[in-house]
């Protein structure tokens, strides 16, 4: 597509329940980034992918957070038993590399998560 | 440790006036420098970007920044300012060490009429 896609773009969960959110990065990018941004926080990394391998997990902030890459294409972040600090905007972005070779990394509108 | 400093959180000027953001990383390998801005209710745009070249770099809208690589800044300024520059901006850097985009903590600007 012409954009970084995510999908939903709102969601409202009750605590405890799992959540997946869907990025699907512009056509050919390789590398794929998750990020978080909180309500008066700023960007908070979450996991970057290189193909289907994510050489960099560290932004995770607990083991009810995975990220998926299937086909080198779409990536699916799931949340399980979702906590009310979850509550943020899920930010998806991709480009065609991951090394310093003057790739720009756009960014999708992000996925709004309310946990209630 | 390798982080990305902004030095201003908030900043409140009137129309007219010049804006200079600050910006500065931690690493002494080659960088890529981005200044993103994310307007009220929207997502994040790009602004400009330096790879390699010209350490004056214009964006859009106006804005432009320099690197310095002696200082490791990427400071983002506009002349003259609009209300329509009320946003928050924030300033990342990518290396060939670091693979992710490193994120400043952002500067929210506020523009009066």
């Known amino acids: 597509g012409a954009g970084v896609s995510q999908s939903p773009s709102n969601k409202v969960t009750e605590k405890g329940k799992d959540v997946e959110l869907r990025c699907d990065p512009i056509s050919g990018h390789t590398a794929l980034y998750w990020y978080r941004q909180s309500l008066g926080q700023g960007l908070e990394f979450l996991i970057y992918?290189?193909?289907?391998?994510?050489?960099?997990k560290s932004g995770l902030p607990s083991d009810r957070f995975s990220a998926e890459r299937t086909g080198g294409s779409v990536s699916t972040l799931t949340i399980q038993r979702t906590q009310q600090e979850d509550s943020a905007v899920y930010l998806c972005a991709s480009s065609f590399g991951s090394g310093v070779s003057g790739n720009t990394i756009y960014f999708g509108e992000g996925s709004w998560l309310t946990v209630v | 440790a390798q982080s990305v400093s902004q030095h201003n959180h908030h900043v409140i000027l009137s129309e007219a006036a010049s804006l200079e953001l600050g910006c500065n990383y931690s690493y002494g390998g080659t960088v890529n420098l981005f200044w993103y801005v994310q307007y009220p209710g929207q997502h994040l745009q790009l602004l400009l970007k330096?790879?390699?070249?010209?350490?004056l770099v214009k964006g859009i809208k106006g804005f432009e920044a320099e690197f310095i690589k002696s200082k490791f800044s990427f400071n983002l300024r506009k002349p003259s300012v609009q209300w329509s520059d009320t946003a928050e901006y924030f300033c990342a850097v990518k290396t060939d060490s670091w693979g992710k985009l490193q994120f400043g903590a952002g500067t929210q600007v506020v523009v009066t009429p």
């Open positions: 992918f290189q193909g289907n391998s994510a050489p960099d």
């Open positions: 330096y790879f390699s070249g010209d350490p």
